[in-house]
């Protein structure tokens, strides 16, 4: 059995979804991290007990025996500390999206992660849920014929708090569209297999946040938005947003239409927030509803309960932290790339700027242009 001795760079919530899912997996051990807040430190002792805690993204760089890295930090530092360990490092890297969050950051890592002689794989969780893993059959085994419609719906919890309030403000999360939306916009890039050239957005901060200060500052994060995805190849998406309707059965409704069937996929949120009285959480499901005959055909896909409570993510973390252990042991493909990644954060940022001034949106290879 091939082993992994695992560096960690930022272990808040996400963090430690990671170190609960790498316990899971056998053949990996985290032997190092990076944490400045001492309750996160305190918190992932109880996970890995003998752990070695170190000060520094250079400290970590140098530290003996490692074999891959992980990103969890703050979404304001991962560009910053991305280039610092492409710098001073040759391990593979595993890092949180959003993998930038200014356009400005796009090309310098691009260009630093092509000189990098391991893999660097982005975390988009949801790619892996085994719902959406469903969904994403029905597509690829042509249930559907092509897919000309494609639209995802978030109903969910207003964002957590975190370590120093970081994701209160744009400035530190690239915005909501960046932020929560990039797994959407990456998802929809994965199903349709085609790239957007157009995006529009309406968007506010309406609800969440409104009466909170920090250092008498009031978040300016959205709270709701509808976008449209304009793809290459003629398809279409739509994403809705809303970050206050946690009474949701589910979380995630995810469609997908072709001229021979429409494929729904429904997916609960996080086990822990559902309310005891109501009886076991959701079971996640895919219905899949062909034109003729006529008739819906609906599974349930559970997931496996020690997955489910080892995160948030209905199961994903530990199936995508599988699929990054093999990328690094056997030399699999890299599934989501640095490209993949960046594509997801430029339409996400394309996103914010449609909301906030109203005009559509051009994807272009440096970035984006306003229509007109």
């Known amino acids: 059995m091939k082993h992994l001795n695992y560096g960690i760079l930022g272990c808040g919530m996400m963090g430690q979804e990671h170190l609960r899912n790498l316990a899971l997996i056998e053949g990996a051990r985290v032997m190092a991290i990076v944490e400045p807040d001492p309750a996160m430190r305190d918190a992932c002792r109880e996970l890995v007990p003998d752990v070695t805690f170190l000060d520094s993204v250079e400290s970590l760089c140098s530290f003996n025996d490692l074999d891959a890295l992980v990103v969890a930090s703050p979404n304001h530092c991962h560009a ?65 014929g092509p897919t000309h419609m494609l639209s995802v719906r978030e109903h969910r919890f207003p964002f957590l708090p975190k370590v120093g309030d970081w994701n209160r403000f744009n400035a530190n999360t690239g915005g909501t569209l960046v932020e929560k939306c990039c797994h959407f916009f990456d998802l929809m890039r994965l199903l349709l297999q085609d790239d957007v050239v157009r995006v529009m957005a309406s968007a506010g901060q309406n609800v969440n946040h409104l009466d909170e200060q920090y250092d008498g500052a009031t978040p300016d994060i959205l709270d709701n938005a509808y976008v449209i995805l304009d793809f290459a190849g003629g398809q279409r998406a739509m994403l809705e947003l809303s970050m206050f309707a946690e009474g949701s059965r589910y979380q995630e409704e995810i469609s997908a239409v072709g001229p021979k069937a429409k494929v729904e996929c429904l997916v609960p949120g996080p086990g822990r927030f559902w309310p005891e009285h109501l009886g076991e959480a959701p079971t996640p499901k895919v219905i899949l509803s062909p034109r003729d005959p006529k008739g819906p055909i609906e599974s349930d896909i559970p997931v496996d309960p020690e997955l489910l409570a080892a995160g948030d993510h209905n199961g994903s973390t530990f199936y995508q932290h599988l699929g990054f252990f093999k990328a690094v042991t056997e030399g699999a493909p890299v599934e989501v790339t640095v490209e993949d990644g960046l594509k997801a954060v430029v339409i996400g940022l394309a996103a914010q700027q449609s909301a906030a001034t109203g005009q559509a949106v051009r994807i272009t290879d440096g970035g984006f242009s306003f229509e007109g």
């Open 80 to 144: 910053e500390q991305l280039l610092t360990l492409l710098e001073l490092t040759e391990l593979p890297i595993l890092i949180e999206k959003p993998l930038v969050t200014r356009l400005d950051q796009v090309e310098p890592v691009r260009e630093a992660v092509a000189r990098h002689p391991a893999p660097v794989w982005v975390a988009m969780e949801y790619r892996y849920m085994p719902p959406i893993t469903q969904l994403r059959k029905h597509i690829d085994d042509g249930d559907l």
